[in-house]
């Protein structure tokens, strides 16, 4: 079966976003050069021009297709979840955790690397998780106007629980104590009864979800 025209073009393109992640990660965007991204790809340092414009456009690219992928992939989640606002705060809390423990590449450049960027990309970028951000802001006044929260702002709540639960890419070890589901219900233990106490006709306030909730 023949190659098909440009797949080698994609493959190479490919390559270098995957080398160019793990390459800012270990080494920090300053000290990673193209020539060594050229090298580590298998290519002439001359040729990454033929897929990059400069390092700036990698490192922008880079994080504007993690926030892109986790606005999409959160969208997602919410759409698939029940009306209830406690079940959809619970699909933001698990897809969040669960993404942010597979992506640690990705999640560490975007939140240390950000500085790096130039003022135009910068705003974009701000942009994007400042609607990322809006989500869960948005979660959190719904529950308050439905009476299922009690919070008393709920914009620096948002702000505590993305903290917390980004966090947990910090620490968390496959090899470790804990599961991944274990992880995500450690954490939404602790936002849904943070956020909610005990709900009109929770059986039992001390559970981790609300009435009817199935667990991971």
């Not at 999640?107 to 705003?123: K, M, Q």
Request: glycine share 8%.
């Amino acid at each position: 079966m023949g190659r098909k025209a440009g797949s080698n073009g994609q493959r190479t393109a490919a390559a270098i976003r995957r080398v160019g992640l793990r390459l800012i990660y270990r080494r920090g965007f300053e000290a990673m050069s193209l020539r060594e991204l050229a090298a580590e790809v298998g290519i002439q340092a001359a040729s990454l021009y033929n897929h990059i414009r400069t390092k700036q456009d990698l490192l922008f690219d880079l994080i504007r297709e993690h926030m892109e992928a986790l606005l999409a992939q959160t969208d997602a989640a919410l759409g698939a979840a029940p009306a209830a606002v406690s079940e959809r705060l619970y699909a933001f809390i698990t897809h969040h955790i669960l993404y942010h423990l597979e992506k640690k590449q990705e999640v560490f450049i975007a939140n240390f690397e950000l500085r790096a960027l130039e003022p135009s990309h910068y705003a974009k970028i701000v942009a994007m998780r400042r609607a990322y951000e809006g989500r869960l802001i948005a979660l959190l006044d719904a529950g308050v106007a439905a009476g299922e929260f009690e919070i008393r702002d709920t914009r620096v709540t948002a702000y505590a629980i993305l903290a917390m639960l980004t966090g947990a890419c910090t620490w968390y070890k496959p090899e470790g104590r804990l599961t991944k589901a274990e992880v995500v219900e450690l954490h939404t233990h602790m936002v849904l009864h943070g956020c909610i106490g005990r709900l009109p006709g929770a059986a039992d306030p001390r559970s981790t979800r609300p009435a009817g909730v199935r667990t991971a």
